[in-house]
């Protein structure tokens, strides 16, 4: 069973996706909320696994409560305004519904949830071999095979692969959310590798192929013991 929160500051919105929710046998409604730090209660308490959240509300919109959120549930942004859609993606939220909603379309959106909730517990990000991140103007596709890894500059990344770099505006945390954590790994607080292109671990550092070259990427001490982890389950 999907436990199921609804946040919108318009009452027939929470109604039209009450009456939904009450369709679906794997939902159920643990609560309707008309403002976001009234939904902060209930994430917290840790006992949501799936929020249809709309946007522009009022104290708090429902992209500033995403960024707030340290380990979100899963995030269906429902909205009339088609202009969040991209940031909404770059948080890492599974569907974006556009007001008003036919249920035919919440219910693809549910059906996109319990996909990815299948794969998380194979311990995978998602069902796709891709992802896409904001760059130079445009939506940029980045295969998770061509990655190398990736480092942090403040509010920017870099997402060096195999040939060329993608520099985009996000930060490490909200793009490791997108990353199959069965296939990379954050060895700093600055870089994150995949873990396929790992050649070999050189006391504090992990040594990689870059451009035909030998590249050494720092190990922070925080994550060494993963590292280590990650060596001795003979995943390398």
């Known amino acids: 069973?999907?436990?199921?929160?609804?946040v919108d500051d318009e009452?027939?919105?929470l109604d039209i996706l009450e009456s939904?929710?009450?369709?679906?046998?794997?939902?159920?409604?643990i609560g309707k909320c008309d403002n976001a730090i009234e939904a902060n209660d209930y994430i917290q308490k840790g006992e949501v696994d799936l929020v249809f959240l709309d946007i522009n509300m009022p104290q708090m919109?429902?992209?500033e409560l995403i960024k707030s959120l340290s380990n979100p549930p899963k995030i269906v942004i429902t909205t009339a305004y088609a202009e969040h859609a991209v940031e909404g993606f770059e948080l890492n939220a599974t569907d974006y519904l556009m007001k008003p909603i036919a249920f035919d379309r919440f219910l693809k959106a549910v059906n996109k949830v319990k996909e990815r909730m299948e794969t998380n517990g194979k311990g995978?990000?998602?069902g796709d071999d891709f992802f896409f991140v904001k760059a130079d103007k445009k939506l940029v596709k980045i295969k998770f095979s061509e990655i190398l890894y990736i480092e942090g500059l403040k509010d920017y990344v870099i997402i060096k692969k195999e040939e060329g770099r993608v520099i985009a505006l996000q930060t490490m945390k909200s793009l490791?959310?997108?990353l199959p954590a069965n296939l990379f790994q954050r060895i700093h607080r600055s870089y994150i590798v995949n873990i396929g292109r790992i050649n070999a671990v050189v006391g504090n550092s992990i040594e990689l192929t870059e451009s035909g070259k030998a590249k050494h990427i720092p190990i922070g001490?925080?994550?060494?013991?993963?590292?280590?982890r990650?060596?001795?389950?003979n995943k390398l």
Do not use: C, F, R, W
């Open 11 to 13: 009452p027939l919105a």
């Open 124 to 126: 995978e990000a998602s």
């Open 20 to 29: 939904y929710i009450e369709k679906l046998p794997d939902l159920t409604m």
């Open 61 to 63: 919109t429902g992209l």
């Open 221 to 228: 001490k925080n994550y060494k013991d993963e590292v280590l």
């Open 176 to 178: 490791q959310a997108k």
């Open 1 to 6: 069973m999907i436990k199921t929160l609804i």
């Open 230 to 233: 990650i060596v001795e389950s």
